[in-house]
């Protein structure tokens, strides 16, 4: 049995978080060939039945693909899904590169001043309310606790809620546990995360008021920021291969 995980009810889940926290963390690199069926159901200890339904989750993932005679081999990181919420924990669990977290930094900086423009144009006034309340519980985070984090993905998560925009609301949950890992970096410092509560007040009153520009412009100021935080963060940062 591999060391270091303890297995689940669902055995074939087991290997494919295995095998894909491997794929991911650049054990198995992109291009090659993983051992046989054989051998990796010896060293893992389980059924080739639970190492095929393994094979299918990852294949699904894009992560590999089956070669006719030849065998099983990882594909190119540009063929894996990486909005996959597994992908993405393995992903992090793998302690992951500078430019992995500069990336999905990258990403936000595409949709997230635009939910806030729909946000403004679009919320409800019970979403309004939520939004309070978020930003209120920011104010009231301990720091140096997890609440810091949490309090942070839920301001941004209802502010893609109050798009009411289901592509938008749904890329968010998709990528909420790679933003909890963007979050715990670049808020690691208190002063910074202090020091960055006006600009997510002001990203709340603009969405409130309805202002779109207003609210698409404080929210770019408010990346704009965090990307300070989070390359000063990078700089002292050492991660491995994801």
């Excluded at 720091?143 to 810091?148: F, N």
């Amino acid at each position: 049995m591999a060391a270091g995980r303890n297995r689940p009810q669902s055995i074939h889940g087991w290997v494919a978080e295995e095998l894909g926290t491997r794929i991911v963390s650049g054990v198995y690199t992109p291009g090659e060939y993983i051992p046989n069926e054989a051998a990796i159901g010896a060293e893992l200890d389980v059924s080739r039945t639970a190492l095929r339904e393994a094979f299918k989750i990852l294949t699904a993932k894009g992560l590999i693909e089956a070669r006719p005679k030849l065998g099983t081999r990882v594909r190119p990181r540009q063929y894996w899904n990486m909005f996959d919420t597994e992908i993405l924990s393995w992903c992090f669990e793998s302690k992951p590169t500078p430019k992995f977290f500069v990336s999905l930094f990258e990403v936000r900086e595409i949709f997230e001043p635009a939910s806030a423009e729909l946000a403004a144009k679009n919320s409800t006034a019970e979403q309004i309310k939520l939004l309070a309340k978020a930003y209120k519980d920011m104010e009231k985070a301990k720091l140096g606790t997890d609440e810091v984090f949490s309090s942070d993905l839920n301001f941004h998560l209802c502010v893609l809620n109050a798009t009411n925009n289901e592509f938008m609301i749904s890329l968010g949950m998709t990528i909420q546990t790679a933003l909890m890992g963007l979050f715990r970096l670049s808020s690691s410092i208190g002063d910074e995360y202090t020091e960055a509560l006006p600009a997510h007040k002001a990203v709340y009153e603009a969405i409130a008021a309805g202002d779109a520009q207003g609210a698409k412009q404080a929210m770019s100021r408010l990346l704009s920021r965090s990307k300070e935080n989070l390359d000063y963060a990078l700089s002292n940062f050492t991660g491995s291969g994801a």
